[in-house]
């Protein structure tokens, strides 16, 4: 059967990327492959990069902002005595110094002032967008660009390894985080310039790369995906009766009164699953209010805003 005759198909594909590629050329591989065009992706990987990208396909392209807002753990070499032009091993050399290799309560104490919440600025060379045009367009034009600072959690950051001036690192960090920053705020740390030279995500959320797919070995089969429930399974869940499931399907949101029985404790930005009695994902949705105005209000009045609905009004 030609690739293209395929069925749509739903669901979450765990890619492990090799480095050469940019994220964007994975997406555009994934479209051939499977004979589709509604592929996304959660969460950026740099071409240096390899290890976990997860796309997502069809519908599930719809839940993918739960899976990039998920925490990250990498595997990454930052490699001292040399900073670089993009913070990375792609760039151009900027400053290189002969130092000595920190002692191992140095590294201690320079990684345990990068842990927690902690301010970041961006990178030069990044898609960020500054007065509508990405970073590092300007960047590559010599343009000197004053890059937004960010705060972001890490939540843990540990050395497995010293070999040199190389210092392999552990870390989980939250959304947004740039891993070559943390390189270069490292060496700062240390007195020393820096950059990251190896990187490699290993988990978002709880997807791991050890069951992620070469992208030289996949087929495009419908097995090779994840379930796009999956991506949203640890969030309270709202079980809708038979009745309150036909009117999800037009769009038809439940009552504050049902919201509030439901999930008492959940605040009005913390995103909740609609499921069927049956397991099936109906939509995702936020409470509309906090407690206490939805509970002022007419109790019939709708105690949600939708995300999205992920069934159709023909779906039996």
Not at 5 to 34: C, E, M, N, Y
């Amino acid at each position: 059967m030609a690739r293209a005759d395929r069925l749509r198909q739903h669901g979450f594909l765990l890619l492990d990327k090799p480095s050469g590629i940019t994220s964007h050329d994975a997406v555009s591989a994934i479209r051939r492959i499977f004979g589709q065009r509604e592929v996304g992706h959660a969460g950026t990987l740099d071409p240096m990069a390899t290890g976990l990208l997860v796309l997502g396909l069809g519908d599930a392209t719809r839940l993918l902002r739960f899976v990039e807002g998920a925490q990250k753990r990498y595997l990454g070499t930052v490699r001292l005595g040399t900073a670089t032009t993009t913070f990375d091993a792609e760039g151009e050399v900027t400053e290189s110094r002969a130092i000595d290799p920190p002692s191992p309560a140095a590294i201690e104490a320079a990684l345990n002032g990068l842990r927690g919440l902690i301010q970041q600025r961006v990178p030069a060379y990044s898609a960020i967008k500054v007065g509508g045009e990405r970073l590092y367009a300007k960047a590559r034009r010599g343009e000197e660009v004053e890059a937004p600072i960010r705060s972001i959690e890490v939540h843990a950051l540990g050395l497995l390894e010293q070999r040199g001036l190389d210092l392999d690192l552990d870390l989980v960090v939250s959304k947004g985080t740039y891993v070559r920053s943390l390189a270069v705020d490292l060496g700062l740390a240390l007195g020393a310039p820096a950059h990251l030279a190896a990187l490699r995500r290993t988990e978002i959320g709880h997807f791991s790369v050890a069951e992620g797919h070469r992208l030289d070995a996949l087929q495009g089969l419908p097995e090779e995906l994840v379930p796009a429930p999956a991506a949203v399974e640890h969030l309270p869940a709202i079980v809708a009766t038979e009745t309150e499931a036909l009117g999800i399907r037009v769009g038809r949101a439940l009552t504050a009164e049902r919201v509030l029985a439901a999930l008492p404790g959940l605040r009005p930005e913390d995103p909740f699953r609609i499921v069927a009695e049956s397991g099936e994902l109906l939509a995702m949705a936020t409470p509309k209010a906090d407690r206490e105005t939805l509970a002022a209000g007419p109790p019939q009045d709708p105690g949600l805003r939708f995300y999205c609905v992920l069934v159709r009004p023909d779906v039996a």
